[in-house]
């Protein structure tokens, strides 16, 4: 009985310690630099790499993309490798310039505690939530 919780538990143990990798965001070919180095304009941009995953707003207009794989080891954290980001500017219809970041020249980003304000925000306490709700729901089986 001792062996087969044993071997019941070791299997156990196996199973969620598997590894597994998923690719996040764009998949790159391993020769990008070159691909994009003689791109001069969005459409021929699109075409060869597809739609930005972001646009900034502010400031010059850069399209941005991103690739990178998901590790999972078991019960750890994932860890994110192979991250790439593409950025390009953009003037109009042409591309002004590209560059590629890889891991190592990411810069690390840490979030910052607590909350951003929302400007104009109402914030209501647990009973003026309520009593906010009565009326805005239709009675079930009204069908309205």
Not at 38 to 62: F, M, N, R, S, Y
Not at 98 to 118: H, M, N, S, W, Y
């Amino acid at each position: 009985m001792k062996k087969v919780i044993l071997m019941s538990l070791i299997l156990v143990c196996v199973g969620a310690c598997t590894f597994q990798t998923k690719h996040r965001g764009y998949v790159f070919p391993a020769d990008l630099e070159s691909q994009v180095a003689d791109i001069k304009t969005t459409d021929a941009l699109v075409e060869k790499i597809g739609a930005p995953l972001v646009k900034t707003v502010h400031g010059d207009q850069v399209w941005i993309y991103f690739g990178a794989d998901e590790n999972y080891r078991g019960p750890l954290a994932p860890t994110f490798t192979d991250e790439t980001v593409l950025l390009a500017w953009v003037r109009g219809n042409r591309v002004l310039k590209t560059q590629v970041l890889r891991d190592a020249e990411l810069p690390d980003v840490t979030l910052a505690d607590g909350e951003t304000e929302i400007p104009a925000a109402i914030e209501l306490n647990a009973l003026e939530e309520l009593f906010n709700n009565i009326g805005r729901f239709s009675p079930a089986g009204l069908g309205q």
